[in-house]
């Protein structure tokens, strides 16, 4: 069974330092990873999405890595934000016949301090 | 564009009381989605629909039901509400292989 693993689970740093967010899954079949914002009370929102055949993507200041054989993705934020404050959770499509459901990570809840 | 829109926003129910959650996407999406998001258990699957006519229980499905009405609309059931279904609920949908878009989300309190 894949299980997606996220630390840590919450993290506080000072604006505009440059971070990195972490995500594990425990199975490499997978068809792509995505990773979501999620602001308190709302929906998830999301950032970017990498196929399994992709190493990275990039979207303005986020980028988004990914090690399949090792299990491994890295959510890199430039120039922190308060903005930016959320909770970040990854989520993997293993390979499996139909409806490619997704399996989440707990999440990663960001403080960014002005 | 809408994306995926959930009804209701908020809704108290007492226990045994019956509801059914509401959810369409306009994205022409195959696949849709039921999860539950509780403090502590993060997002987990309750049914899910690989395409119209075909739904399928995911990792929580006691105690609920789907309809996918259309390849537009998907809708949850709780027959009998229990506290123990206290949650807040989202919807989701997507093509293969691309990227999983989310509804804003239903509160639901049972009492």
């Known amino acids: 069974k894949q299980e997606v693993t996220q630390i840590p689970a919450a993290l506080s740093v000072p604006e505009g330092e440059n971070l990195v967010l972490n995500c594990s899954f425990t199975?490499?079949?997978?068809?792509?990873l995505q990773w979501f914002r999620q602001d308190p009370g709302k929906g998830l929102t999301s950032l970017l999405l990498?196929?399994?055949?992709?190493r990275e993507q990039t979207s303005g200041r986020l980028n988004a890595s990914l090690d399949k054989s090792s299990g491994r993705s890295t959510l890199y934020i430039a120039a922190s934000q308060p903005g930016d404050s959320a909770t970040y959770l990854c989520?993997?499509?293993?390979?499996?016949?139909?409806?490619?459901?997704?399996?989440f990570g707990q999440g990663t809840r960001l403080t960014i301090n002005p | 564009n809408a994306g995926v829109t959930q009804t209701p926003k908020f809704q108290v129910l007492k226990t045994g009381q019956s509801m059914t959650l509401q959810c369409a996407q306009d994205?022409?999406?195959?696949?849709m989605y039921w999860y539950r998001q509780d403090p502590g258990m993060g997002l987990r699957l309750i049914y899910y629909?690989?395409?119209?006519?075909?739904?399928d229980k995911g990792e929580v499905p006691n105690g609920y039901n789907v309809s996918r009405l259309n390849k537009r609309e998907f809708s949850l059931r709780l027959e009998s509400a229990a506290p123990s279904q206290t949650s807040v609920y989202f919807c989701?949908?997507?093509?293969?292989?691309?990227?999983?878009?989310f509804g804003q989300g239903t509160r639901l309190t049972v009492v």
């Open positions: 990498i196929q399994s055949s992709q």
């Open positions: 989701a949908s997507k093509r293969a292989n691309t990227e999983a878009f």
């Open positions: 629909s690989a395409s119209e006519g075909t739904t």
């Open positions: 989520a993997v499509t293993p390979y499996e016949a139909g409806a490619q459901k997704l399996v």
């Open positions: 994205m022409n999406h195959n696949s």
């Open positions: 199975d490499s079949a997978i068809y792509n």
